[in-house]
């Protein structure tokens, strides 16, 4: 029995010196000695970041990691720099990789080097709409499953732009092409779930001054959204109140706001196959307005869809259809 006692004793003795063992060897930093430390890790890297040569610049990335690894979890300004600089030094490394990874059509994993990306460079323009037009094409494809990531990324992009903050219009030609694209964008996704935000979006592209200000896919989009959206919600509701009842003011106020909406449509139905009817031809001004010839079958889709359209808001006639494809762009949009 007392040698086993001893053998216990001897054993936390022994575990008790390795542990002074390494308190020796590895004795903790004091909070003066830590500072001093970071002092001059931190000086180190800000002599290299002086320079603006490419060499000095990669020693300026190895000394902030060494700095990152080292002081892990600091939230001090000197830190906040530092990580700055890693975020800005590795960006076009990023960008890259997720616009060869868009353009090899692996969607998915652009999200996902995106995601990460985002997480330190959360305002990247760029960025956000590489990823917008990977969202937009998977959707495309029948695969729905980046759809609500994507609608946040087009929102997010969007609200950079409006806020004045992009001044490198990459990857768009420049800052008006980007605001169309964007905005049409958005109305894809919202077209179905939310088709009145949806219309807002699809305005605002065909405001631009990009090629969609003159494209007639966007327009007939944007007359599908507006019938299937507020016009709809009206339509139904006047059905259930008004069906069958005597008239009323508050009967004649909503059925005004419902041919209201009708005629918006039938607008953007006629801007869809006047446009479609003109040639192919660059703007003077802005190389991005054009107009965009559609395949006969789909203009011809989309004026048959207009024809029911005009019958339905003018007893049945077509009087009137031709003149208004005639002369429709040379009005404003309502």
Known sequence: ????FFLVISAVLL???AVGVRAQLHPPMTDASRDAEKERYFANFTELKRFPTADSRRKAYEAAIQYLKRFEGERDPEARVVREFVTEYERPGRQLEILNTYRSKEYAKAFALGRVALE??????????????????NASSGNVSLNDATLDYAKKALSLLDSGKVTKPEPFNDLNEARG?????????????APVEAVQAFRNAVQSESFYRTDPLTYHRLGIAILRGEF???SKEYHDKYLNQP?????????AKINKLGLQALDAYARAVALSDRPEVPSETNTNVRSAKLPPEIRNKILEQLTSLYKGLHNNSEDGLKELIATVLSKPLP
Do not use: C
Request: glycine letters at 4%; hydrophobic letters at 50%.
């Open 120 to 137: 330190h460079d959360r305002d990247n323009f760029f960025i956000l709409s590489v990823l917008t037009k990977a969202g937009i094409e």
């Open 15 to 17: 575990v008790a010196f």
């Open 247 to 255: 008239p009323s003011p508050a009967q004649q106020e909503m059925l």
């Open 1 to 4: 029995m007392r040698s086993f």
């Open 232 to 234: 709809a919600q009206l």
């Open 181 to 193: 694209a964007l905005n049409v964008a958005l109305g894809a996704l919202l077209r179905e779930k």
